[in-house]
């Protein structure tokens, strides 16, 4: 089998860290599906906008390709205990590729528009199918090892000051990447300041007693 993207994407998440680890933790993160020729034709995406979400299937594009491991850590359990790789959805696959369910905000020739992506900027997309209820979803579903494992969003706090410096609309998508934690599970130093890229800023932040405090931004 030849596959090849059919489309990137575009996100105001640069870098790996901070990306959500799953679609829909941040429902306002803005995000754009981009075809490429010959992909782009208008008539391909006929009919998708009578659908409000989608799957893309997707390559971990900016992970390297260290073997075969049969178990992995999951961030939800803290990223010290370790299940099947194939009972996760960890991004360290045998074939490396994500799928995620995202909100279509718009659809116009050889472009969705959504919201609610764990892409990173730049992430081949290999196909798009539209998200039906009927087959899609399963209320009441067993989810395994996620449904004895809660995870509380941090609180996050953007000073006025800092705050001003920022497009008014990337505010709460930022806000809504910031309280999923986007450290990794076992670090938890309060004095260590984190960076991120976001946007074309360059965040700052700490964490401490499950509060997140944005410390400045600085353009990229």
């Not at 490396?96 to 528009?113: D, H, N, W």
């Not at 579903?141 to 990337?170: H, K, M, N, R, T």
């Amino acid at each position: 089998m030849n596959v090849e993207p059919v489309a990137f994407f575009r996100s105001p998440l640069k870098e790996k860290f901070g990306v959500p680890r799953q679609a829909g933790l941040a429902p306002d993160l803005p995000g754009e599906v981009l075809f490429v020729p010959p992909y782009d034709a208008p008539d391909a995406l006929r009919g998708l906008e009578g659908f409000d979400y989608c799957w893309l299937i997707w390559g971990f594009s900016l992970n390297p390709g260290d073997g075969f491991h049969s178990t992995v850590r999951p961030p939800r359990l803290g990223g010290n205990e370790r299940v099947g790789v194939f009972a996760s959805r960890s991004p360290f696959r045998p074939n490396g590729l994500g799928l995620s369910c995202v909100r279509i905000t718009e659809v116009a020739p050889g472009l969705i528009r959504v919201s609610g992506a764990d892409l990173v900027d730049g992430t081949p997309i290999y196909d798009v199918k539209p998200y039906v209820t009927y087959a899609d979803c399963h209320p009441g579903a067993a989810s395994g090892f996620v449904d004895g494992a809660a995870w509380e969003p941090l609180e996050v706090v953007i000073p006025d000051d800092v705050a001003a410096q920022l497009p008014a609309g990337s505010i709460a998508p930022l806000i809504q990447v910031l309280s999923q934690d986007p450290r990794p599970q076992y670090q938890d130093d309060p004095e260590r300041v984190y960076g991120m890229a976001y946007g074309g800023f360059d965040v700052k932040f700490s964490v401490s007693e499950g509060r997140v405090v944005v410390q400045s931004v600085e353009k990229c």
